[in-house]
Each structure stands twice: as C-alpha cells, then as structure tokens.
C-alpha cells in the first residue's frame, strides 16, 4: 500500500511540475505572431505580437492571383511595437506593376510577415480570400 501511495504521489507531484512549465512557457511561445485581420483592395488590416528579442522591424505584405508567379501589389509597415503585448495596425498596399491590381470581389492570396532588418521571417501568415 505504501509504495502505490508513493508512486501516486510522484505522479501527481511530475504532472503539476509539467503544467507549471507548460503555463509559463506558452507565453513566450505565442509572443512572435501575426494574422490577417481585414483585406481590402488598397490595405490589409494585421494583429500582431512579437518580442524585442525578436530583431522584428517591419511588417511585409504582398497581395496577388493565387497562382501567380509574383504579387501585384505590396506594402510595408516599418513603425511596429515588440513590446510582447498585442498590436493592430493597417498597411497600405501599391501596386508592383506585374498585373493588375487588387480589386473588389477578386480571390486574392494575400502574405504577411514579421520581418528582421535583413528581411528574414520571424513570423508569417499566408490566406486565400475573397476582397470586399
């Protein structure tokens, strides 16, 4: 009897120590993230979040046909807040000259990212959408 107390003591003592690792840890996992919020032909609404550590110093976006080799428009944010807490913002799009611009009612593959000074992705979100 002894040893399944002790045992199940261990137990429970191993899987509270894992669920304080695991509380404390997903912040830090969910800190660099970015998502589409709102597409439209001239702009794309993004939510983000990221750390200082991160070395983010803009937001990209390139919008296009879905099976195009290359977006017909593009834009940056270079003014973001890495302060870990959660940040909204607009970017405003211009047009790339390959193709015809984004417009209403068209399906659009839309790409954003979290971007370091060499434009290497932190973080990214890539959709397929209809524009409004």
């Known amino acids: 009897m002894a040893t399944i ?3 199940l003591r261990a137990t429970l003592v191993s899987a509270a120590a894992a669920t304080a690792v695991i509380a404390t840890a997903a912040p830090a996992f969910a800190a660099n993230s970015i998502d589409v919020t709102g597409i439209g032909p001239a702009n794309v609404g993004v939510d983000y979040s990221c750390d ?3 070395g983010v110093v803009a937001i990209k976006v390139m919008v296009g ?3 195009a080799d290359s977006p017909s428009a593009t834009g ?5 807040t890495c302060d870990g ?3 909204s913002t607009v ?3 211009t047009g790339t000259g390959q193709g015809a611009p984004p417009a209403a009612g068209q399906t659009v593959q839309v790409r954003v990212a979290l971007v370091d000074q060499t ?3 932190i973080s990214g979100q890539n959709k397929v959408v209809s524009l409004a």
């Not at 940056?76 to 973001?80: D, E, F, G």
Request: aromatic share 0%; hydrophobic share 35%.
């Open 65 to 67: 046909e879905p099976q």
């Open 91 to 93: 970017v405003v799009l």
């Open 52 to 54: 200082a550590s991160a």
């Open 119 to 121: 434009d290497t992705v």
């Open 85 to 87: 807490s959660n940040q």
């Open 76 to 80: 940056a944010q270079n003014s973001v």
């Open 5 to 7: 107390r002790n045992s």
